[in-house]
């Protein structure tokens, strides 16, 4: 698919001027700076409407990533916006130490309306690398309360991603992304994942479950606080849990006495087609980390959610829980993600995306003829391809090729091609999709259509 050109006029600034005061003085995330030179264009999205966004010289893309699992409602929502107005023309801002504003209190009150079991105690923060990094410290915070003060540890899954911050980082299980800012908060563990398509045949399809009850017996059960789970994993390229996987989990967790921290900065706000990731897949955490769609991500916004029973020594008397951060629950954004909860109700984002998931999957697995997809896989609407040199043997691609199909070929190529997603190898090679809850067949086409050619590029230039 050729970019389309815009109709409407181009922003003010000219590309020349916005490009040469990014180089000069923007700093992006997790990106290679020396990229982007006279020749080599950094690209500059100016406008966005539903699934698409437009650059600076009119060409149209197919957001098929959510601007990172984040834009869940699609792009341009107006009534955002007036809900962002109109707050302001009321209340700007009053920080939650101390005080409380109407916004916050319902959106706390809605949330737990939506939230399964007992998730009743709403703790706002700014993102989800704060929000996991509040469920450590509440998960230390809560054992110390309750007299088990040695229940530090945090058991997390190799290759998972659960933020930057210094705790998170702990439990983020990708070396590239720790060993820079080593050494990082003690306490931090790891067990496999649930990447069945490079099992053995043979394995039980509760290994995985059961290697975190080995992991607690190894570093001892008394010193375990909480296992940190996405319900569907992101980095690795969308792993999702083998059938059963999380009530052994809640099991080993239970008998343990260990948090179970679901981690749904990604997978909550209707993304696998519930509100919360483990309603997907039938599981009652201790505690909910949230974040990107909450508030549609027009702004910031992210929120822990704890259990009443975790919440209770904070309750009463002089007891608190020391943290916190001045902007969290924010007037504006809990305004906007009010807004955003009645646009989901409204439209049933959540009830599309049940209905579209298995027609999704099947527009992605017609793809499994090319010889460099081995896997296809995921839930609701965020899909991985595992990309392999060999579908016989699974044989990946070592890491010089794997730079130079993604980074060097793929990455560009697709964008040049109209569609935004990811090609990540924090694994093994992936492509990864997550487009807007309103996407439907049109833009499940438009992808498989954008891509099939370049895959098929990118495996005659690997395989030579």
């Known amino acids: 698919m050729a970019a389309t050109p815009q109709t409407e006029a181009p922003p003010a600034a000219k590309g020349a001027d916005l490009q040469e005061m990014a180089r000069r003085h923007l700093w992006m ?59 302001v023309r009321e209340l700007d801002f009053v920080t939650l130490w101390s005080y409380a504003h109407p916004r916050a209190i319902e959106l706390a009150e809605r949330i737990a309306g939506l939230t399964p079991g007992d998730l009743n105690r709403v703790f706002f923060t700014n993102s989800g690398s704060e929000a996991v990094e509040s469920a450590i410290k509440l998960a230390r915070s809560y054992f110390k309360a309750t007299g088990k003060a040695q229940k530090t ?3 997390a899954r190799e290759i998972a991603y659960h933020g930057t911050t ?24 790891h067990v496999p994942n649930t990447d069945s398509y490079r099992w053995p045949e043979d394995r039980d399809p509760l ?59 990604i997978c909550s706000w209707g993304r696998l087609g519930e509100f919360f990731g483990c309603q997907h897949y039938g599981y009652q955490p201790d505690i909910i980390t949230t974040a990107k769609a909450l508030a549609a991500s027009y702004v910031p916004m992210g929120a822990m959610i704890a259990s ?25 954004a809990a305004a906007v993600a009010l807004a955003n909860i009645d646009i989901f109700e409204r439209e049933d984002l959540c009830g599309h995306v049940r209905e579209k998931s298995d027609e999704f999957r099947a527009a992605l697995e017609s793809l499994a003829d090319l010889p460099i997809v081995g896997d296809v896989r995921g839930d609701g609407f965020f899909f991985a ?24 070929f793929l990455s560009g190529e697709l964008y040049r091609s109209g569609l935004i997603c990811r090609a990540d190898d924090r694994g093994d090679p992936v492509i990864q999709l997550a487009p807007p809850l309103i996407a439907d067949t049109e833009q499940f086409e438009e992808i498989v259509e954008t891509l099939r050619p370049i895959l098929d590029e990118g495996h005659r230039r690997i395989a030579g």
């Open 207 to 265: 290994w995985a479950a059961d290697k975190i009850e080995e992991k607690i017996i190894w570093e001892g059960p008394d010193t375990v606080a909480a296992v940190i789970l996405e319900p569907l994993q992101n980095a690795g390229g969308c792993l999702p849990p083998q059938d059963g996987y999380f009530q052994r989990v809640r099991e080993i967790c239970d008998r343990y006495d260990v948090l179970l921290v679901s981690d749904e900065v």
């Open 385 to 408: 391809l595992e990309l392999v040199k060999d579908k016989e043997t699974k044989e990946s691609f070592d890491d010089e090729e794997s730079e130079a199909l993604l980074r060097g």
């Open 308 to 332: 009443d029973r975790v919440f209770e020594p904070f309750s009463e008397g002089t007891a608190m829980f020391a943290h916190g951060s001045t902007f969290a629950g924010h007037p504006v």
């Open 166 to 189: 210094m705790g998170a980082l702990a439990a983020t299980g990708i070396p590239p992304l720790r060993t820079p800012f080593e050494p990082l908060m003690p306490g931090g563990t």
């Open 153 to 155: 540890k945090v058991i």
């Open 29 to 87: 995330h997790f990106t290679r700076m020396g990229s982007f030179d006279s020749e080599h264009e950094m690209p500059i999205i100016v406008r966005g409407e539903g699934c698409y966004v437009w650059d600076q010289h009119g060409n149209r893309y197919l957001d098929g990533l959510s601007a990172l699992f984040c834009v869940n409602a699609g792009h341009g929502r107006e009534e955002l916006g007036e809900a962002m107005a109109t707050q």
